[in-house]
């Protein structure tokens, strides 16, 4: 059997870009989710599902363009950084949505998430 045919320290920069397309993947799936399952009445809730890095971010917006701004966040993540990855909704019905009290949707960031995990297992 013959030497390595790469350095063995090299290999972690393979799997931190592995890494990197799977957390990428990932939030790209829940955001994809979040846009098909949130109702769309007047499209505030569907504009305020919140990307952030690190911590939580607590804002929302009346901002129409919070889908492409929460896809852009995740654009911006480079292959040598794995922050932990916050999705959130900070409006003050959110909770309520995702409670059942709309009849049009309920459950939204549960299904997201386990249409996510459902993809990824």
Do not use: C
Request: hydrophobic residues 40%.
């Amino acid at each position: 059997m013959s030497g390595w045919d790469r350095a063995p320290f090299l290999f972690a920069d393979d799997i931190m870009t592995d890494a990197h397309k799977l957390q990428r993947g990932m939030a790209i799936t829940v955001l994809n989710n979040l846009q098909l399952l949130s109702p769309v009445l007047s499209g505030r809730y569907r504009a305020n599902h919140t990307v952030s890095f690190g911590s939580p971010d607590y804002r929302y917006t009346d901002n129409k363009d919070g889908m492409s701004l929460a896809f852009s966040a995740i654009d911006s993540l480079t292959p040598n950084e794995l922050p932990v990855v916050y999705i959130q909704n900070n409006l003050p019905y959110a909770q309520a949505l995702e409670d059942g009290w709309s009849k049009q949707a309920k459950n939204i960031y549960a299904l997201s998430y386990e249409g996510m995990v459902a993809a990824y297992t």
